[in-house]
């Protein structure tokens, strides 16, 4: 079996309204970032965690902390949302910063082309966050 835990931005998740569906349907059919799981693996989704925010709003301390709590769950990978992949310019420090606290977990990060997000009606990039 492998635990899951699904990591997603704020910024779409609270701001925009986000509801992850597309993140759960890709989880469920095993595609996507979850394309690298076969069929007959038991995945198991022990939690979903918020980003508390881009590096100069908080502290990386908080990341460490939500991982650290979801961690006696036994996770074995971090999968980052769609967005978080696409539109996060931090994710490959927040990608380090867990591998360099958690060395056991591994990070995947989300599908670019799967981010057409049925939650937003215009790209992200023309909207204010």
């Not at 595609?31 to 980003?51: D, H, P, R, V």
């Not at 996770?75 to 958690?102: P, W």
């Amino acid at each position: 079996m492998t635990n899951i835990v699904i990591f997603s931005c704020p910024k779409v998740t609270n701001k925009l309204g986000c509801s992850c569906s597309d993140c759960f349907n890709e989880l469920k059919n095993r595609t996507g970032a979850y394309e690298i799981y076969n069929s007959f693996q038991k995945l198991e989704l022990i939690g979903m965690i918020n980003c508390p925010g881009c590096p100069a709003e908080t502290a990386p301390e908080r990341i460490v902390s939500q991982i650290r709590y979801l961690d006696k769950f036994n996770v074995d990978k971090i999968h980052f949302t769609n967005c978080m992949s696409l539109y996060c310019a931090f994710r490959y420090n927040y990608q380090v910063l867990i591998e360099g606290k958690f060395p056991r977990i591994e990070i995947v990060q989300g599908k670019y082309e799967a981010a057409a997000l049925s939650c937003v009606s215009e790209p992200l990039v023309q909207q204010k966050m």
